[in-house]
C-alpha cells in the first residue's frame, strides 16, 4: 500500500533535526531554510511539524507541467532541473508547504526521499511516521474533526453581533 | 577561502564608536583552538589587558560557536559566552542552548565579539552577514519576555533568535545572566551584566546560509554513528525527567547540598521532585537545537499564589538551589522564581546561593530585620525567595549588596567563613563531600571558579564509573573510589575528563551526551569523526585531545596573568568539615592540597599552578608563554 506522512504535534520537541537532515539529504549542506519539511514554534508551548501531504493540488498549476505523481511511491514531484521560479505551485499550495530555496531559488518541495523519509527515520521522538494511506486517512480525519471541535467552542464575535 | 563547518567570518562590533568589522578568522588560531570558548580565550588573551574592570568599556564579550554549533551533531545546539567576569574577576564562559547559536551561523558569524560602551541602549540584529545597531531605549527597563517580543515584531522575523538582558543585567548585577529564546540562560559568572555595562540590551540573530559540509555522505556515517550511540545512552530517565531527575538521586545518594550546605539530605525532597514536576506541572519537554535528546522543561503554574506562565525550565540545579539550598520546598514557587529569574536575567544558581547565604546570616544574628526592610527572613519562607530576587535584580534593600555576590557580600557583612564560594563564584547544587572527592577538586581549580560543569561533569569517572571513550587516550581503570583522594591517579583520570569536556566546548556542543561506555556516548573518537567529515581538516583524535588541552592551558594562562595562583585554588572551610547527616555521614575533604600536586602534576604545571615553559611549548604555545614572561 502507498504510504504518506503524518506529523504528531503533541510529541514533537521543537529540535529541527528532521529540518536539518532534509537539507542535507536534499542540498548535501545542513540549512533548515532549505528543507521541505518545517517545524512551526507556537507560543507559547506548541512545536508543530508541519508536512507535505502529497494532495496533487499543485500538479496543475505548473506552466511546464514539471510537477508529476511518482506513481511507486505516491510523492507529488517537481522536475527540479527544469524548474523556471515562477512560483505558481508556490501560489497554489493551500498548506504553505512549498518554499523557494533562499540560496539557489528551486521551488522546494517534499518528494518523501523516494519512499525513505529521513524524517521520519531521524525523529527519536516519533512526532513524524510515515503510514500506510489508509491509517494516515483515518489519522487526518481525526485530527481535524478535533480541530473543527475545538474551533465551534470558541466564541464568534461577528455572529453573536448579528443575532 | 572555502570553509566547512565554519562560517568563516568573525564580526567584531565597536558601540563606543558604533562601528562593525568582519574579518576571516585567524586560520593560525582556528588550526591551534578549532573553536567556541578556545578561540575566544585567544581572542580575549590578545584583545583584553590584564587588571581590566570587567565592567568599563575596555571589557570586551564574545558570543562564541563551533564548527560543529548548528549541524546534525546531537549536541550542537549551543553557544558559549566567553569574557572575564565581573563576579570572580577572571576567566568566565556560560554555555546556553536553544537556537542562538544555530543562528548567530545562519546569521553568517562563527563569533561576534562586543566591546566599547554605547552612549545609550542599543541591539544588535544580525541576518546574513548584515549587522544593524538599533536603538534600545524603549526597551530599557523591561523583561526578557517583553523585549523579546517587541524585537521580534521590529525586526519581522518570528523564526529569529533573541538574547537579551533583563533588569538585572542592567542594573549589573554580578551574576546577571544572557537569556536568549526567552528560556534559556547563559548563567554564570554575569555576562549580562557586561551587556548592561555596555547599553546593550539585547542580539537578535537569524538568517538563511548554508551551513557547509565537506564530506556529505562520510558526514551522514558519522550522524547515523552517534545517534546510534545515543540510542543505548545510559541516562534514559533523562528525557523524560529532564535534569531535575536528579533531586530524589543526589537525596538518596547523600549529596543533595540542603540548607545552605548544611546537609546533604532533604526530607521533602519528594515534593521539589523531577517526579512530581512532570506529574503536576509540566507542559512539555522542549530540545535545543539539533538536540535529540530534549532534557529541557517547559512548565507552567496554572493556579494558587504562584501563578506563572509556561516557560523554560526549571532544572535541576534551579531546583534546589531555590529549594533545599533555602529549606523551600515549595516546587510551585521555585517555577515562579526561575521564571522570574529569566526575565529578570539573573543567574538562577547564584541568586539562590545568596539567598541562602543571607538566610543563613539572618540565623546567626548575622543580618537582622532592620537590614532587611523590618522582614525576616527564615529558612523556608517561600514568600522571601520570590522577594528578594526582585529586591536583588533591582538593587534595592538588602538586594543592593547581594547582587554583588556572595564573597562581596560576606566581606560586607563580616561573614567571610560562612560564603561558599571559590575565586568568587557560587557552589552549585552538587555537595563534593558526598558525590565525588574530583568534584571537590574540580570547584577548587575550574577557571571560572566553583562548578560542577566547568569544562565536564567531574564526577563521571570516579562516581559515574563512565569510560566515555577515553581508555584509548590513558584513562586508568578501573576508576577509584569516589571518596579518595591522593594515591589512586585522580590527578591523571581527571586530566582526561577535563580534556574530553574541552573538547566538547570548542566544537560548540553540549556535554551531556558525553557520558557512559564507549558504544554509549558522545566519545572523542565520534566528535573526530564528525568534525574531521563536516570540516575537511585532517586532524586526528590526538590532536582534538592537543588541541582541547591547548585550550583548556590558555584559559589558565588568563587567569594566571590575572595574578591567580595556588592559593586560589580553593575551598570554603566548610568542605573540610564532615557532613553530618544521611549516607555519607562524617564525610569530608581532607588532602586538596595532595590532590592539586596530584592534578598540577598531571598537566605539566608547577608548584603555583602555573603552566611551565615547557608544557606550553609542548602545545605550540610559545607566544603565550613569552608575554608570560616565561
Redesign the interface.
Known sequence: MLKTLVAIPERCTGCHRCEMWCSIRHKGVINIERAAVHVIRQLPSIDDPRVCLQCGICIDSCPKDLITRNKKTGAVEIDKGKCTHCGYCILSCPYGMITFDPVDGHAVKCDLCGGQPECVKHCREEAILYMDADKAARHRRDANSKRDRQESKKPNIRQSKAG | MDYFGYMGKVCHVDLTTGTVSIEPPVERDLQRFLGCSGYAAKMLWDGVRAKVDPLSDKNKIVFATGPLT???C?SG?SYELCFKSPLTGVWCQARSGG?FGPRLK?AGFDHLVVEGKSDRPVYLWIRNGNVEIREASHLWGKGVEQTTDVILQEIGDP?ASVAAIGVAGENQVHFAAVINDRGRAAGRGGGGAILGSKNLKAVAANG??????AE?EA??KSIQKA?EAL?KYPFENINQFGTSLLVNILNANGCLPTRYFQYSTFDKAEEISGELLAEKYL??????????M?C?R?S?VDEGKWQT??QDGPEYETINMLGALCLNSDLASIIKANYLCNDLGMDTISAGSVIAFAMECFEKGILTKKDLDGEELRWGDSEAVVALLEKIAQRRGIGKILADGVRSAAAHFGADTIALHSKGMELPAHEPRGESKTLGLQYAVSHRGACHMHPNWASTWDAGNFESGLREFGMPWPPADKFAETGHQKGVAYRLVVLQGEIVEILGCCVFHSWGAADQCLTPQLYGEMLRTLTGREITNQELMLAAERSWNLKRCFNVREGLRRKDDALPELMFKPLPDGPNKGLHMKDLQGMLDEYYEALGWDKEGIPTRETLKKLDLEDIAKSLGQ
Open positions: 548548528g549541524s546534525l546531537p545546539g537556537a545562519k523564526d538563511t546560509l548554508d551551513l557547509k559540509v556529505p558526514f551522514i545517534e540510542d507542559i512539555k519537554r522542549r530540545a535545543c537545537y539539533g538536540c535529540s530534549g529541557g517547559y507552567s506562565p509556561p
